[in-house]
Protein backbone atom coordinates (compact mmCIF):
# COMPACT_ATOMS: atom_id res chain seq x y z
CA UNK A 1 0.00 0.00 0.00
CA UNK A 2 1.48 3.43 -0.61
CA UNK A 3 2.24 6.34 1.38
CA UNK A 4 -0.84 8.26 3.30
CA UNK A 5 0.16 11.81 2.98
CA UNK A 6 -0.24 13.89 5.81
CA UNK A 7 -2.26 16.87 5.90
CA UNK A 8 -0.83 19.95 8.12
CA UNK A 9 -3.62 21.53 10.27
CA UNK A 10 -3.41 23.58 13.57
CA UNK A 11 0.71 23.92 13.45
CA UNK A 12 0.70 20.03 12.98
CA UNK A 13 1.01 17.20 11.12
CA UNK A 14 -1.80 14.50 10.69
CA UNK A 15 -3.21 11.43 9.01
CA UNK A 16 -6.53 11.08 8.88
CA UNK A 17 -8.53 8.39 10.33
CA UNK A 18 -9.26 6.24 7.16
CA UNK A 19 -7.49 4.31 4.79
CA UNK A 20 -7.41 6.85 2.38
CA UNK A 21 -8.40 7.49 -1.36
CA UNK A 22 -5.82 6.04 -3.91
CA UNK A 23 -3.41 8.44 -5.97
CA UNK A 24 -2.20 6.98 -9.21
CA UNK A 25 -0.11 7.31 -12.10
CA UNK A 26 -2.33 7.89 -14.82
CA UNK A 27 -0.27 6.76 -17.84
CA UNK A 28 1.26 3.26 -15.54
CA UNK A 29 -1.87 2.88 -13.63
CA UNK A 30 0.11 2.44 -10.53
CA UNK A 31 -1.04 3.52 -7.14
CA UNK A 32 1.42 6.29 -5.95
CA UNK A 33 0.02 7.50 -2.60
CA UNK A 34 -3.14 7.68 -0.85
CA UNK A 35 -4.80 11.04 1.17
CA UNK A 36 -7.51 11.23 3.67
CA UNK A 37 -9.21 13.90 5.53
CA UNK A 38 -11.20 11.56 7.94
CA UNK A 39 -11.58 12.55 11.52
CA UNK A 40 -9.61 16.37 11.45
CA UNK A 41 -10.74 18.89 13.69
CA UNK A 42 -11.42 21.47 11.09
CA UNK A 43 -13.06 24.16 13.60
CA UNK A 44 -9.64 23.91 15.43
CA UNK A 45 -7.65 23.92 13.04
CA UNK A 46 -9.03 26.98 11.44
CA UNK A 47 -9.30 28.61 14.89
CA UNK A 48 -5.60 28.13 15.10
CA UNK A 49 -5.06 29.88 11.31
CA UNK A 50 -6.61 33.03 12.22
CA UNK A 51 -5.84 33.43 16.31
CA UNK A 52 -1.98 32.17 15.59
CA UNK A 53 -1.00 32.33 11.39
CA UNK A 54 -3.68 35.73 11.16
CA UNK A 55 -1.59 37.69 14.30
CA UNK A 56 1.57 36.57 13.03
CA UNK A 57 1.01 37.63 9.59
CA UNK A 58 -0.37 40.90 10.11
CA UNK A 59 2.17 42.12 12.81
CA UNK A 60 4.57 41.74 9.89
CA UNK A 61 5.03 44.51 7.25
CA UNK A 62 4.09 43.98 3.38
CA UNK A 63 8.08 44.19 3.22
CA UNK A 64 9.09 41.46 5.74
CA UNK A 65 5.80 39.24 3.93
CA UNK A 66 7.34 39.93 1.01
CA UNK A 67 10.87 38.72 2.41
CA UNK A 68 9.07 35.49 3.45
CA UNK A 69 7.65 34.65 0.02
CA UNK A 70 10.86 35.46 -1.46
CA UNK A 71 13.04 32.75 1.29
CA UNK A 72 9.88 30.29 0.48
CA UNK A 73 10.81 31.01 -3.61
CA UNK A 74 14.19 29.66 -2.73
CA UNK A 75 13.08 26.50 -1.05
CA UNK A 76 10.69 25.74 -3.90
CA UNK A 77 13.14 26.07 -6.35
CA UNK A 78 15.71 23.91 -4.65
CA UNK A 79 13.26 21.31 -4.47
CA UNK A 80 12.52 21.38 -8.29
CA UNK A 81 13.82 18.40 -9.21
CA UNK A 82 11.72 16.31 -7.12
CA UNK A 83 8.35 18.39 -8.35
CA UNK A 84 9.07 17.47 -11.89
CA UNK A 85 9.07 13.87 -10.67
CA UNK A 86 6.09 14.02 -9.17
CA UNK A 87 3.84 15.70 -11.69
CA UNK A 88 5.41 12.96 -14.29
CA UNK A 89 3.96 10.06 -11.83
CA UNK A 90 0.43 11.81 -10.51
CA UNK A 91 -0.33 14.43 -13.26
CA UNK A 92 1.26 12.49 -16.27
CA UNK A 93 2.97 15.39 -17.73
CA UNK A 94 5.70 15.89 -20.04
CA UNK A 95 8.68 18.09 -19.17
CA UNK A 96 7.50 21.40 -20.95
CA UNK A 97 3.99 21.17 -19.13
CA UNK A 98 4.86 20.69 -15.42
CA UNK A 99 6.97 24.02 -16.27
CA UNK A 100 4.05 25.78 -16.85
CA UNK A 101 2.35 24.37 -13.35
CA UNK A 102 5.79 24.17 -10.92
CA UNK A 103 7.64 27.19 -12.56
CA UNK A 104 5.09 29.16 -13.28
CA UNK A 105 4.01 29.16 -9.26
CA UNK A 106 7.62 29.63 -8.58
CA UNK A 107 8.02 32.57 -10.69
CA UNK A 108 4.01 33.81 -9.42
CA UNK A 109 5.42 33.98 -5.65
CA UNK A 110 8.48 35.55 -6.78
CA UNK A 111 6.69 38.38 -8.58
CA UNK A 112 4.36 39.07 -5.84
CA UNK A 113 7.64 39.33 -3.64
CA UNK A 114 9.33 41.79 -5.65
CA UNK A 115 5.88 43.56 -5.54
CA UNK A 116 5.64 43.51 -1.77
CA UNK A 117 8.70 44.54 -1.05
CA UNK A 118 7.45 47.93 -3.05
CA UNK A 119 4.82 48.42 -0.61
CA UNK A 120 7.06 49.02 2.43
CA UNK A 121 6.93 48.60 5.94
CA UNK A 122 3.73 49.31 6.13
CA UNK A 123 0.52 47.15 7.94
CA UNK A 124 -2.61 48.63 5.81
CA UNK A 125 -3.01 50.33 2.38
CA UNK A 126 -4.84 53.99 1.79
CA UNK A 127 -7.37 53.88 -1.20
CA UNK A 128 -7.38 56.96 -2.95
CA UNK A 129 -7.37 60.58 -1.22
CA UNK A 130 -8.97 62.14 1.64
CA UNK A 131 -12.53 63.64 1.08
CA UNK A 132 -13.67 66.82 2.67
CA UNK A 133 -17.14 66.02 4.50
CA UNK A 134 -18.03 69.81 5.25
CA UNK A 135 -17.14 73.62 3.51
CA UNK A 136 -13.96 73.38 6.36
CA UNK A 137 -11.75 71.01 5.59
CA UNK A 138 -10.74 69.75 9.14
CA UNK A 139 -12.74 67.43 9.22
CA UNK A 140 -12.11 64.42 6.49
CA UNK A 141 -12.66 60.87 5.15
CA UNK A 142 -9.94 58.22 4.07
CA UNK A 143 -10.63 54.96 2.77
CA UNK A 144 -8.26 52.23 3.81
CA UNK A 145 -7.84 48.76 3.24
CA UNK A 146 -6.82 46.32 6.12
CA UNK A 147 -6.35 42.91 6.37
CA UNK A 148 -8.96 40.92 6.84
CA UNK A 149 -9.19 39.18 10.01
CA UNK A 150 -10.43 35.71 8.85
CA UNK A 151 -8.37 32.86 6.72
CA UNK A 152 -8.57 32.10 2.98
CA UNK A 153 -9.59 28.92 2.10
CA UNK A 154 -8.42 27.31 -1.82
CA UNK A 155 -10.44 24.78 -2.65
CA UNK A 156 -8.51 23.97 -6.27
CA UNK A 157 -8.70 22.21 -9.13
CA UNK A 158 -6.41 19.57 -10.45
CA UNK A 159 -5.05 20.54 -13.25
CA UNK A 160 -2.31 23.39 -11.66
CA UNK A 161 -1.73 21.72 -8.51
CA UNK A 162 1.91 23.81 -7.97
CA UNK A 163 0.30 26.99 -9.53
CA UNK A 164 -3.32 27.16 -8.43
CA UNK A 165 -2.00 26.94 -4.79
CA UNK A 166 0.79 29.82 -5.39
CA UNK A 167 -1.12 32.33 -7.70
CA UNK A 168 -3.72 31.96 -4.79
CA UNK A 169 -1.53 31.92 -1.77
CA UNK A 170 1.02 34.66 -2.56
CA UNK A 171 -1.12 37.84 -2.46
CA UNK A 172 -3.49 36.45 0.86
CA UNK A 173 -0.06 35.89 2.42
CA UNK A 174 1.42 38.96 1.50
CA UNK A 175 -2.08 40.57 2.36
CA UNK A 176 -1.52 39.04 5.87
CA UNK A 177 -4.03 36.37 5.90
CA UNK A 178 -3.20 32.63 6.32
CA UNK A 179 -3.99 30.03 3.60
CA UNK A 180 -5.97 26.73 4.19
CA UNK A 181 -5.39 25.08 0.72
CA UNK A 182 -7.64 21.88 -0.14
CA UNK A 183 -6.05 20.50 -3.52
CA UNK A 184 -8.30 18.42 -5.69
CA UNK A 185 -7.75 14.83 -4.76
CA UNK A 186 -6.50 13.18 -8.05
CA UNK A 187 -3.66 15.64 -8.05
CA UNK A 188 -3.01 16.56 -4.67
CA UNK A 189 0.98 15.19 -4.06
CA UNK A 190 2.24 17.68 -5.60
CA UNK A 191 0.60 20.69 -3.09
CA UNK A 192 1.22 18.47 -0.14
CA UNK A 193 4.61 18.14 -1.28
CA UNK A 194 5.29 21.82 -1.65
CA UNK A 195 3.43 22.59 1.25
CA UNK A 196 5.38 20.09 3.61
CA UNK A 197 8.67 21.79 2.31
CA UNK A 198 8.04 25.22 2.76
CA UNK A 199 6.25 24.68 6.09
CA UNK A 200 9.33 22.22 7.28
CA UNK A 201 11.92 24.95 6.46
CA UNK A 202 10.47 27.24 8.93
CA UNK A 203 10.42 30.00 6.55
CA UNK A 204 6.23 30.72 7.22
CA UNK A 205 4.73 31.64 10.71
CA UNK A 206 2.72 28.83 11.85
CA UNK A 207 -0.23 28.59 11.24
CA UNK A 208 0.58 30.62 7.42
CA UNK A 209 -0.26 28.05 5.66
CA UNK A 210 -1.97 24.85 6.21
CA UNK A 211 -3.31 21.91 3.18
CA UNK A 212 -5.71 19.52 3.88
CA UNK A 213 -5.90 16.61 1.46
CA UNK A 214 -8.89 14.25 0.80
CA UNK A 215 -12.25 14.36 1.11
CA UNK A 216 -13.63 18.73 1.10
CA UNK A 217 -16.91 17.83 3.47
CA UNK A 218 -16.94 19.83 6.26
CA UNK A 219 -14.49 22.58 4.98
CA UNK A 220 -17.30 25.12 4.36
CA UNK A 221 -18.82 24.71 7.11
CA UNK A 222 -15.75 25.73 9.33
CA UNK A 223 -15.83 29.03 8.15
CA UNK A 224 -16.65 32.47 9.91
CA UNK A 225 -17.69 35.72 8.78
CA UNK A 226 -14.54 37.27 8.31
CA UNK A 227 -13.09 34.52 6.13
CA UNK A 228 -13.04 34.18 2.35
CA UNK A 229 -12.68 31.45 0.04
CA UNK A 230 -11.42 31.00 -3.13
CA UNK A 231 -12.72 27.71 -5.42
CA UNK A 232 -11.75 26.76 -9.30
CA UNK A 233 -13.72 23.77 -10.42
CA UNK A 234 -16.94 23.66 -12.21
CA UNK A 235 -20.14 25.37 -12.58
CA UNK A 236 -22.14 22.85 -10.40
CA UNK A 237 -19.84 22.72 -7.54
CA UNK A 238 -19.56 26.80 -7.68
CA UNK A 239 -23.55 27.00 -7.22
CA UNK A 240 -23.24 24.63 -4.08
CA UNK A 241 -20.72 27.01 -2.57
CA UNK A 242 -22.67 29.95 -3.07
CA UNK A 243 -25.65 29.06 -2.04
CA UNK A 244 -23.94 27.41 1.16
CA UNK A 245 -24.80 28.95 4.78
CA UNK A 246 -21.36 30.59 4.97
CA UNK A 247 -21.74 32.05 2.79
CA UNK A 248 -25.53 33.47 2.74
CA UNK A 249 -25.60 33.61 6.23
CA UNK A 250 -22.37 34.73 7.51
CA UNK A 251 -21.42 36.89 4.03
CA UNK A 252 -18.20 34.30 3.17
CA UNK A 253 -16.68 36.63 0.87
CA UNK A 254 -16.52 34.18 -2.49
CA UNK A 255 -13.83 34.23 -5.61
CA UNK A 256 -15.19 31.80 -8.12
CA UNK A 257 -13.19 30.66 -11.19
CA UNK A 258 -16.07 28.10 -13.12
CA UNK A 259 -16.65 26.64 -16.69
CA UNK A 260 -15.12 28.97 -19.64
CA UNK A 261 -15.89 28.03 -23.79
CA UNK A 262 -12.71 30.61 -24.59
CA UNK A 263 -11.84 31.57 -28.22
CA UNK A 264 -9.59 32.76 -30.94
CA UNK A 265 -10.70 34.76 -33.60
CA UNK A 266 -8.89 35.39 -36.66
CA UNK A 267 -10.01 39.35 -38.05
CA UNK A 268 -11.01 39.60 -41.67
CA UNK A 269 -8.44 40.88 -44.38
CA UNK A 270 -5.24 37.80 -43.51
CA UNK A 271 -4.47 35.41 -46.49
CA UNK A 272 -4.29 32.00 -46.29
CA UNK A 273 -0.66 31.09 -45.21
CA UNK A 274 -0.36 35.15 -43.70
CA UNK A 275 1.91 35.68 -40.46
CA UNK A 276 -1.24 36.54 -38.86
CA UNK A 277 -2.83 32.97 -40.15
CA UNK A 278 0.05 31.01 -39.11
CA UNK A 279 0.19 32.50 -35.47
CA UNK A 280 -3.49 31.61 -35.04
CA UNK A 281 -2.37 28.24 -36.13
CA UNK A 282 0.06 27.64 -34.30
CA UNK A 283 -1.58 29.05 -31.32
CA UNK A 284 -4.48 26.72 -31.34
CA UNK A 285 -2.78 23.56 -31.73
CA UNK A 286 -0.44 24.65 -28.68
CA UNK A 287 -3.33 25.32 -26.62
CA UNK A 288 -5.15 22.20 -27.63
CA UNK A 289 -2.31 19.80 -26.76
CA UNK A 290 -0.27 21.60 -23.66
CA UNK A 291 -1.50 19.95 -20.48
CA UNK A 292 -3.03 17.88 -22.72
CA UNK A 293 -6.13 20.33 -23.03
CA UNK A 294 -6.64 20.30 -19.54
CA UNK A 295 -6.59 23.85 -18.83
CA UNK A 296 -9.40 26.08 -18.07
CA UNK A 297 -7.84 29.08 -20.16
CA UNK A 298 -7.36 26.38 -23.62
CA UNK A 299 -8.80 27.45 -26.79
CA UNK A 300 -12.08 25.65 -27.41
CA UNK A 301 -13.37 27.72 -30.20
CA UNK A 302 -11.65 28.94 -33.01
CA UNK A 303 -13.29 31.89 -35.28
CA UNK A 304 -11.88 32.60 -38.66
CA UNK A 305 -13.20 34.37 -41.86
CA UNK A 306 -15.92 31.53 -44.13
CA UNK A 307 -13.67 31.73 -46.84
CA UNK A 308 -10.22 30.51 -45.04
CA UNK A 309 -12.19 27.75 -43.22
CA UNK A 310 -10.69 24.79 -44.74
CA UNK A 311 -7.17 26.48 -44.89
CA UNK A 312 -7.84 26.74 -41.51
CA UNK A 313 -8.74 23.76 -40.59
CA UNK A 314 -5.90 22.33 -42.50
CA UNK A 315 -3.05 23.82 -41.54
CA UNK A 316 -4.45 23.29 -37.90
CA UNK A 317 -4.54 19.59 -38.32
CA UNK A 318 -1.05 19.57 -40.02
CA UNK A 319 0.02 21.00 -36.95
CA UNK A 320 -1.62 18.75 -34.41
CA UNK A 321 -0.62 15.55 -36.81
CA UNK A 322 2.83 15.79 -35.59
CA UNK A 323 2.15 15.91 -31.77
CA UNK A 324 3.07 12.62 -30.51
CA UNK A 325 1.19 10.78 -27.38
CA UNK A 326 1.86 8.76 -24.79
CA UNK A 327 4.23 8.20 -21.94
CA UNK A 328 5.89 11.43 -20.96
CA UNK A 329 9.12 10.04 -20.19
CA UNK A 330 9.71 9.18 -23.47
CA UNK A 331 11.69 11.93 -24.91
CA UNK A 332 10.25 11.59 -28.16
CA UNK A 333 6.32 12.41 -26.71
CA UNK A 334 4.85 15.81 -26.68
CA UNK A 335 1.68 15.42 -25.26
CA UNK A 336 1.05 13.25 -22.03
CA UNK A 337 -1.74 11.70 -20.32
CA UNK A 338 -5.18 13.19 -18.94
CA UNK A 339 -5.27 12.68 -15.20
CA UNK A 340 -7.77 10.07 -14.26
CA UNK A 341 -9.70 7.20 -15.84
CA UNK A 342 -12.61 9.43 -14.81
CA UNK A 343 -10.81 12.72 -16.68
CA UNK A 344 -10.45 10.32 -20.06
CA UNK A 345 -14.14 9.06 -19.50
CA UNK A 346 -15.30 12.55 -19.78
CA UNK A 347 -13.23 13.92 -22.52
CA UNK A 348 -14.68 11.02 -24.41
CA UNK A 349 -18.12 11.56 -23.72
CA UNK A 350 -17.86 15.40 -24.47
CA UNK A 351 -16.59 14.28 -27.55
CA UNK A 352 -19.56 12.48 -28.53
CA UNK A 353 -21.75 15.28 -27.14
CA UNK A 354 -19.77 17.80 -29.86
CA UNK A 355 -19.21 15.48 -32.78
CA UNK A 356 -23.42 14.93 -32.96
CA UNK A 357 -23.20 18.52 -34.23
CA UNK A 358 -19.55 18.64 -35.99
CA UNK A 359 -17.24 17.48 -38.39
CA UNK A 360 -13.92 15.99 -37.35
CA UNK A 361 -11.08 17.56 -38.89
CA UNK A 362 -8.37 15.62 -37.44
CA UNK A 363 -9.11 12.51 -35.73
CA UNK A 364 -7.42 12.02 -32.55
CA UNK A 365 -8.06 8.42 -31.94
CA UNK A 366 -5.97 8.09 -35.11
CA UNK A 367 -2.87 8.77 -33.00
CA UNK A 368 -0.50 5.85 -32.62
CA UNK A 369 0.39 6.10 -28.34
CA UNK A 370 4.04 6.03 -27.91
CA UNK A 371 5.44 3.91 -24.76
CA UNK A 372 1.82 3.21 -23.47
CA UNK A 373 -0.55 0.44 -22.97
CA UNK A 374 -3.83 1.81 -24.53
CA UNK A 375 -5.86 -0.19 -22.29
CA UNK A 376 -4.46 1.16 -18.80
CA UNK A 377 -2.88 4.82 -19.57
CA UNK A 378 -5.46 7.71 -19.76
CA UNK A 379 -3.54 9.29 -23.37
CA UNK A 380 -6.01 10.27 -25.85
CA UNK A 381 -4.98 12.31 -29.01
CA UNK A 382 -6.19 15.80 -30.00
CA UNK A 383 -9.10 16.26 -31.77
CA UNK A 384 -10.27 19.13 -34.11
CA UNK A 385 -13.54 19.47 -34.61
CA UNK A 386 -15.85 21.88 -37.20
CA UNK A 387 -18.79 23.07 -38.71
CA UNK A 388 -18.84 23.87 -42.16
CA UNK A 389 -21.21 26.55 -42.81
CA UNK A 390 -21.62 29.94 -40.64
CA UNK A 391 -25.41 29.26 -40.65
CA UNK A 392 -24.90 25.73 -39.84
CA UNK A 393 -22.63 27.30 -36.82
CA UNK A 394 -25.41 30.01 -35.42
CA UNK A 395 -27.60 26.56 -34.83
CA UNK A 396 -24.80 24.67 -33.06
CA UNK A 397 -25.41 25.27 -29.58
CA UNK A 398 -23.78 22.47 -27.90
CA UNK A 399 -20.12 24.09 -29.41
CA UNK A 400 -20.83 26.90 -27.22
CA UNK A 401 -22.56 25.53 -24.46
CA UNK A 402 -19.98 22.66 -23.79
CA UNK A 403 -16.56 22.82 -22.56
CA UNK A 404 -14.58 19.66 -23.19
CA UNK A 405 -11.70 19.64 -20.58
CA UNK A 406 -9.07 17.66 -22.91
CA UNK A 407 -7.54 18.14 -26.35
CA UNK A 408 -10.77 19.58 -28.07
CA UNK A 409 -11.54 22.15 -30.20
CA UNK A 410 -13.94 23.75 -32.23
CA UNK A 411 -13.09 25.69 -35.43
CA UNK A 412 -16.24 27.86 -36.70
CA UNK A 413 -16.30 29.45 -39.98
CA UNK A 414 -18.30 33.49 -39.91
CA UNK A 415 -19.55 35.89 -42.13
CA UNK A 416 -18.52 39.37 -41.06
CA UNK A 417 -17.10 41.03 -37.74
CA UNK A 418 -20.69 40.89 -35.77
CA UNK A 419 -21.08 37.93 -36.85
CA UNK A 420 -18.12 36.22 -35.07
CA UNK A 421 -18.36 38.67 -32.09
CA UNK A 422 -22.30 37.33 -31.87
CA UNK A 423 -20.97 33.71 -31.75
CA UNK A 424 -17.94 34.63 -29.25
CA UNK A 425 -20.73 36.14 -27.06
CA UNK A 426 -22.71 32.81 -26.99
CA UNK A 427 -19.78 31.56 -24.81
CA UNK A 428 -21.53 33.60 -21.98
CA UNK A 429 -18.59 35.38 -20.76
CA UNK A 430 -14.67 33.57 -20.94
CA UNK A 431 -11.76 33.65 -18.97
CA UNK A 432 -9.89 34.90 -22.21
CA UNK A 433 -10.13 35.60 -26.05
CA UNK A 434 -7.00 36.14 -28.46
CA UNK A 435 -7.19 38.32 -31.60
CA UNK A 436 -4.92 37.32 -34.83
CA UNK A 437 -4.36 39.89 -37.55
CA UNK A 438 -1.70 42.84 -38.97
CA UNK A 439 -4.25 45.50 -38.43
CA UNK A 440 -3.51 47.31 -35.12
CA UNK A 441 -6.50 49.50 -35.28
CA UNK A 442 -8.92 46.36 -36.06
CA UNK A 443 -7.20 44.45 -33.59
CA UNK A 444 -7.81 47.49 -30.77
CA UNK A 445 -11.13 47.78 -31.68
CA UNK A 446 -12.03 44.19 -31.63
CA UNK A 447 -10.32 44.03 -28.48
CA UNK A 448 -12.85 46.39 -26.79
CA UNK A 449 -15.54 44.98 -28.03
CA UNK A 450 -14.90 41.60 -26.49
CA UNK A 451 -13.30 43.26 -23.27
CA UNK A 452 -16.62 43.20 -21.77
CA UNK A 453 -17.03 39.30 -21.83
CA UNK A 454 -13.76 38.54 -20.86
CA UNK A 455 -10.87 38.53 -17.99
CA UNK A 456 -8.60 39.05 -20.84
CA UNK A 457 -7.97 39.87 -24.03
CA UNK A 458 -4.67 37.97 -25.70
CA UNK A 459 -3.87 40.06 -29.12
CA UNK A 460 -1.47 38.58 -31.23
CA UNK A 461 -0.07 40.75 -34.13
CA UNK A 462 3.38 39.64 -36.36
CA UNK A 463 5.42 42.14 -34.48
CA UNK A 464 5.03 40.27 -31.60
CA UNK A 465 5.10 37.38 -32.53
CA UNK A 466 8.24 36.20 -30.41
CA UNK A 467 7.57 38.51 -27.36
CA UNK A 468 3.77 37.54 -26.50
CA UNK A 469 3.42 35.10 -23.53
CA UNK A 470 0.25 33.20 -25.25
CA UNK A 471 -2.99 32.54 -24.97
CA UNK A 472 -3.41 30.14 -22.69
CA UNK A 473 -0.83 30.97 -20.17
CA UNK A 474 -1.62 32.87 -16.72
CA UNK A 475 1.01 35.83 -15.90
CA UNK A 476 0.42 37.57 -12.19
CA UNK A 477 0.56 41.12 -13.46
CA UNK A 478 -2.37 40.15 -15.72
CA UNK A 479 -6.12 39.39 -14.42
CA UNK A 480 -7.20 36.28 -14.56
CA UNK A 481 -10.70 35.67 -14.00
CA UNK A 482 -14.32 36.11 -16.38
CA UNK A 483 -17.84 37.18 -16.17
CA UNK A 484 -20.86 35.38 -16.68
CA UNK A 485 -20.21 31.66 -16.70
CA UNK A 486 -16.59 31.78 -15.41
CA UNK A 487 -17.51 32.48 -12.49
CA UNK A 488 -17.52 36.08 -12.25
CA UNK A 489 -14.37 36.30 -10.28
CA UNK A 490 -10.92 37.78 -10.17
CA UNK A 491 -7.13 36.40 -9.50
CA UNK A 492 -4.17 37.98 -9.93
CA UNK A 493 -3.36 41.53 -11.92
CA UNK A 494 -0.53 42.52 -10.27
CA UNK A 495 -1.45 44.23 -6.56
CA UNK A 496 -5.15 44.08 -7.57
CA UNK A 497 -5.37 41.08 -6.05
CA UNK A 498 -4.66 42.39 -2.70
CA UNK A 499 -8.22 43.77 -2.25
CA UNK A 500 -9.66 39.80 -1.86
CA UNK A 501 -8.06 39.88 1.23
CA UNK A 502 -8.21 43.17 2.66
CA UNK A 503 -11.34 44.95 3.94
CA UNK A 504 -12.41 48.83 2.93
CA UNK A 505 -13.57 50.94 5.69
CA UNK A 506 -13.33 54.99 6.07
CA UNK A 507 -11.68 56.48 8.46
CA UNK A 508 -13.72 59.89 9.43
CA UNK A 509 -11.26 62.28 11.40
CA UNK A 510 -9.24 65.28 11.62
CA UNK A 511 -6.94 66.14 8.68
CA UNK A 512 -4.29 65.81 11.72
CA UNK A 513 -5.39 62.58 12.45
CA UNK A 514 -5.09 61.54 8.72
CA UNK A 515 -1.87 62.61 8.25
CA UNK A 516 -0.70 59.54 10.55
CA UNK A 517 -2.41 57.11 8.35
CA UNK A 518 -0.35 58.89 5.63
Same mark, same amino acid.
Given at each position: ???????????????????????????????????????? %?????????? @???????????????????????? *?????????????????????????????????????????????????????????????????????????????????????????????? =??????????????????????? !???? !????????????????? $????????????????????????????????? =??? @??????????????????????????????????????????????? $??????????????????????????????????????????????????????????? !?? @????????????????????? $? $? +????????????????????????????????????????????????????????????????? %???????????? *?? +?????????????????? !??????????????????????????????? @???????????
Amino acid at each position: MSELLQNYLGGRWTSGSGAGTALFDPVLGTEVARVDATGM %DLRAGFAFAR @QTGGAALRAMTYRERAAMLAAAVK *VLQAKRDDYYAIATANSGTVKNDSAVDIDGGIYTLSTYAKLGDGLGDRRFLLDGEPARLAKDPLFQSQHVLVPSRGLALFINAFNFPSWGLWEK =AAPALLSGVPVVIKPATATAWLT !QRMV !QDVVNAGVLPAGALSVV $CGSSAGLMDALEPFDVVSFTGSAETAALIRSHT =AVT @QRSVRVNIEADSVNSALLLEGEAPGSEAFELLAKEVAREMTQKSGQK $CTAIRRVFVPEVLYAQAAEAISARLAKTTVGNPRNESVRMGALVSHAQLNAVREGLVHL !QA @QAETLHDGAKHALVDVDPAVA $C $C +VGPTLLGTRHAAGSDASDRIHDTEVFGPVATLVPYRDRNHALQLIARGQGSLVASLYGSDSKALA %DAAIELAPLHGR *VH +VISPDVAALHTGHGNVMP !QSLHGGPGRAGGGEELGGLRALSFYHRRAAV @QASTDTLAHLA
